[in-house]
């Protein structure tokens, strides 16, 4: 564990046992010389097994992550594992301890902020401690987030594709992982911004990702936490730190592949009140309309007509009304065909 100038960490990982501590990294405030910013931090660890990281709060309105690892890190003791937990509920603390995806310090997107930099803004140091301290230790990584305020869509495991990942080996065993978790689907994306992920920090060390995307809207339901805490603990199970409480090859049965299509994400062509046309899961063909786009200032104006670039299922939109040019509005989904990487 390196202790420097930009941020200490107040428990060792080499330890055995549980122990609770905190990531330190210097933030000073007009109101608070001096001072530091506190992470908590939980680790467990017990026997040889492999190493898990279990991250949440990277974005701060996103809450089913941070409610489960807290769960997590209080009920489980050393002796019921063999291997390492390494959990941080809320990563992203100023974003969580103001509801924002952003930080309200730096204004940066931490999971667009991979590898970080130790002499950067506060986001980026935190980055950076998660790089250098954590990942390089890390045999499998799992990101807890959810929709956030702007975002709804269908439970689901959220990983990148077989081009980004350094082995058929790697790749078959992340969609494995992702479907033993039990959300109702795994999608494979490929994000334009994918640079600066913690995902692809992971992808790159040859390690497997998997990011749970479980709730929408900025909120949580009984149904979307109990899901993420069954979740993990079936992700556990997979990985070989506990015993499967439950027939891991019937639940990951149930969970169906997709991949966003190549044209599936629809994009805002202007301001305006957003009208969707189609409801999550509905399958459309490509040219369906599946919004409408209504002039706020022109009340006589036709609204703008966006339809199906694909044929595809609904998956994932965008929740607030209110929209911009250029904002994320849908996205579909096709199933995905992968039994050339053995899946
Ligand atoms: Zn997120």
Same mark, same amino acid.
């Given at each position: 564990?390196?202790?420097?100038?930009?941020?200490?960490?107040?428990?060792?990982?080499?330890?055995? %046992?549980?122990?609770?501590?905190? =990531?330190?990294?210097?933030?000073?405030?007009?109101?608070?010389? $001096?001072?530091?910013?506190?992470?908590?931090? @939980?680790?467990?660890?017990?026997?040889? %097994?492999?190493?898990?990281?279990? +991250?949440?709060?990277?974005?701060?309105?996103?809450?089913?992550?941070?409610?489960?690892?807290?769960? &997590?890190?209080?009920?489980? +003791?050393?002796?019921? /594992?063999?291997?390492? &937990? =390494?959990?941080?509920?809320?990563? +992203?603390?100023?974003? @969580?301890?103001?509801?924002?995806?952003?930080?309200?310090?730096?204004?940066?997107? #931490?999971? *667009?902020?991979?590898?970080?930099?130790?002499?950067?803004?506060?986001?980026?140091?935190?980055?950076?401690?998660?790089?250098?301290?954590?990942?390089?230790?890390?045999?499998?990584?799992?990101?807890?987030?959810?929709?956030?305020?702007?975002?709804?869509?269908?439970?689901? /495991?959220? /990983?990148? %594709? *077989?081009?980004?990942?350094?082995?058929?080996?790697?790749?078959?065993?992340?969609?494995?992982?992702?479907?033993?978790?039990?959300?109702?689907?795994?999608?494979?994306? !490929?994000?334009?911004?994918?640079? %600066?992920?913690?995902?692809?920090?992971?992808?790159?060390?040859?390690?497997?990702? &998997?990011?749970?995307?479980?709730?929408?809207?900025?909120?949580?339901?009984?149904?979307?936490?109990?899901?993420?805490?069954?979740?993990?603990? +079936?992700?556990?199970?997979?990985?070989?730190?506990?015993?499967?409480?439950?027939? #891991?090859?019937?639940?990951?049965?149930?969970?169906?592949?997709?991949?966003?299509?190549?044209?599936?994400?629809? =994009?805002?062509?202007?301001?305006?009140?957003?009208?969707?046309?189609?409801?999550?899961?509905?399958? @459309?063909?490509?040219?369906?309309?599946?919004?409408?786009?209504?002039?706020?200032?022109? @009340? &006589?104006?036709?609204? /703008?007509?966006?339809?199906?670039?694909?044929?595809?299922?609904?998956?994932?939109?965008?929740?607030?009304? #209110?929209?911009?040019?250029?904002?994320?509005?849908?996205? $579909?989904?096709?199933?995905?065909?992968?039994? !050339?990487?053995?899946?």
């Amino acid at each position: 564990m390196s202790n420097n100038s930009n941020f200490r960490c107040t428990i060792s990982f080499d330890a055995e %046992g549980k122990h609770c501590g905190h =990531i330190m990294i210097p933030n000073q405030r007009d109101d608070a010389a $001096l001072s530091f910013l506190m992470i908590p931090i @939980v680790s467990i660890r017990n026997g040889n %097994g492999p190493v898990v990281f279990l +991250n949440a709060g990277s974005h701060g309105d996103e809450f089913e992550g941070q409610i489960a690892l807290r769960d &997590l890190a209080r009920n489980l +003791n050393h002796s019921d /594992i063999d291997g390492q &937990l =390494i959990i941080i509920p809320s990563l +992203n603390l100023p974003s @969580v301890e103001v509801s924002r995806r952003r930080s309200p310090i730096d204004s940066k997107d #931490l999971n *667009r902020s991979f590898p970080g930099t130790e002499n950067g803004t506060i986001t980026e140091k935190i980055a950076s401690f998660v790089s250098k301290e954590i990942v390089t230790r890390a045999d499998v990584v799992i990101d807890l987030h959810a929709g956030g305020s702007s975002v709804e869509a269908c439970p689901h /495991i959220m /990983i990148h %594709g *077989r081009e980004f990942m350094q082995s058929d080996a790697i790749f078959s065993t992340t969609v494995a992982a992702a479907k033993a978790f039990g959300l109702d689907y795994t999608f494979i994306v !490929d994000f334009p911004d994918r640079d %600066g992920m913690l995902d692809t920090e992971v992808e790159k060390a040859g390690k497997p990702f &998997l990011c749970v995307e479980a709730g929408s809207g900025g909120q949580t339901s009984a149904e979307t936490v109990l899901r993420t805490k069954q979740g993990v603990q +079936n992700l556990l199970a997979f990985f070989k730190l506990v015993n499967a409480q439950d027939d #891991l090859d019937a639940i990951a049965n149930r969970c169906a592949v997709k991949q966003i299509c190549d044209d599936g994400f629809h =994009i805002a062509p202007a301001d305006g009140f957003l009208e969707h046309m189609v409801e999550h899961g509905d399958s @459309v063909q490509k040219g369906d309309v599946i919004g409408r786009i209504h002039d706020i200032h022109h @009340v &006589l104006r036709e609204p /703008i007509v966006i339809k199906a670039q694909c044929a595809g299922q609904l998956v994932v939109r965008r929740m607030p009304t #209110l929209t911009r040019s250029g904002d994320f509005i849908a996205g $579909l989904a096709e199933p995905f065909v992968g039994a !050339d990487h053995g899946i």
